[in-house]
Nanobody, 126 residues
Framework: QVQLVESGGGLVQPGGSLRLTCATSGFTFSDYAVGWYRQAPGKECELVATITRTGRATNYADSVKGRFTISRDSAKNTVYLQMDNLKPEDTAVYYC???????????????????WGQGTQVTVSS
């Protein structure tokens, strides 16, 4: 059974940092690309970042480019999202999702295809 569990969210001041964790189980981690998504009230779902199966290629939404970094640890079957210089507009619930084909991650949203965790709340506020 595919499982993804997000953690690491919290309340942080503008300019601060957080590291989100996506712990995975139930599938061969090295066979799957992973994406981080976010959903804020009243806003559309946004694909924030993706990382390929090998970790050699990453992709970021323009809104977070230069501030967020996605990485993966094959020994721990875990994907991270390091978020620096956080802004109030980064406030959202963050989710991760996995697929063998990284391009399929671009055509889905929270609650859609694939397994979704409960998400982790990130609030950026002074």
């Amino acid at each position: 059974q595919v499982q993804l569990v997000e953690s690491g969210g919290g309340l942080v001041q503008p300019g601060g940092s957080l590291r989100l964790t996506c712990a995975t189980s139930g599938f061969t981690f090295s066979d799957y690309a992973v994406g981080w998504y976010r959903q804020a009230p009243g806003k559309e779902c946004e694909l924030v970042a993706t990382i390929t199966r090998t970790g050699r290629a990453t992709n970021y939404a323009d809104s977070v480019k230069g501030r967020f970094t996605i990485s993966r640890d094959s020994a721990k079957n875990t994907v991270y999202l390091q978020m620096d210089n956080l802004k109030p507009e980064d406030t959202a619930v963050y989710y991760c999702n996995a697929d063998p084909n990284v391009f399929r991650l671009f055509n889905r949203c929270v609650g859609g295809e694939g397994a979704w965790g409960q998400g982790t709340q990130v609030t950026v506020s002074s």
